[in-house]
């Protein structure tokens, strides 16, 4: 199935199921559907939706299970990496939850084999995450579950491959430390980070494993 299909599919579940179903089901089932072709990055046997399982198990417990967190969760990697368009998401589920996928949407302009692009791409998206977090702090817990899952991972699979990990991405391990530190930084500055700084330990175990 072609991620059109798979977008159209998801819209036929949702006209036909989103008043009976619970937001963050409708989300899990959207999301399931346009990624269902999707793996990991260099792991061709791992289905991408696991990494949206993780993450929504940490919003779960970061946010006292807040619905709207929870779906965007689901969706945050919907217009990134598929079909999917932010009017799309604003039809199927109101433009709170369009905002704040937006605010998670990486600008993936150019080409990542430029010199300077990837980093460029990596300070934009931070400083963009800053800004909207000074109206809606909440955008950065979605933002610190992405993260964690996505250095989680790496660490299991450092653990497993060792320096070979590093070949499955557009930049060097260098310039993922120096991202990841980045992002570590300002969720530490961050208002949620002020009063619960226990849940940016998880992102910096695994930055100690990874770079220490």
């Known amino acids: 199935m072609n991620p059109h299909s798979q977008t159209r599919h998801a819209t036929e579940l949702t006209h036909a199921q ?58 945050h990697d919907t217009v990134e ?3 999917t368009t932010l009017t799309d998401l604003e039809r199927r589920f109101g433009s709170v939850i369009r905002d704040l996928v937006a605010a998670e949407t990486e600008n993936k302009f150019g080409h990542v084999d430029e010199v300077g692009t990837w980093r460029s791409r990596k300070l934009d998206q931070i400083a963009r995450l800053a800004h909207e977090a000074e109206q809606e702090p909440q955008i950065l817990y979605v933002a610190l579950a992405d993260k964690t899952a996505n250095i989680q991972e790496m660490v299991t699979d450092y653990q497993q491959v060792g320096d070979t990990l590093w070949i499955r991405f557009n930049s060097s391990r260098e310039d993922q430390h120096w991202y990841y530190q980045r992002f570590a930084t300002l969720i530490g500055n961050s208002v949620i980070g002020h009063n619960q700084p226990d849940i940016i330990q998880p992102l910096k175990t695994a930055l100690d494993i990874l770079w220490r």
């Open 18 to 75: 989103i008043a009976a179903l619970p937001l963050t089901l409708t989300a899990q089932q959207f999301a399931t559907c346009v990624h269902a072709n999707q793996h990991r990055k260099g792991k061709p046997k791992m289905p991408f939706v696991t990494h949206l399982v993780a993450v929504t198990e940490w919003l779960k417990l970061w946010t006292d299970n807040d619905e709207t967190l929870i779906a965007v969760g689901w969706l």
């Open 81 to 83: 990496d598929t079909e």
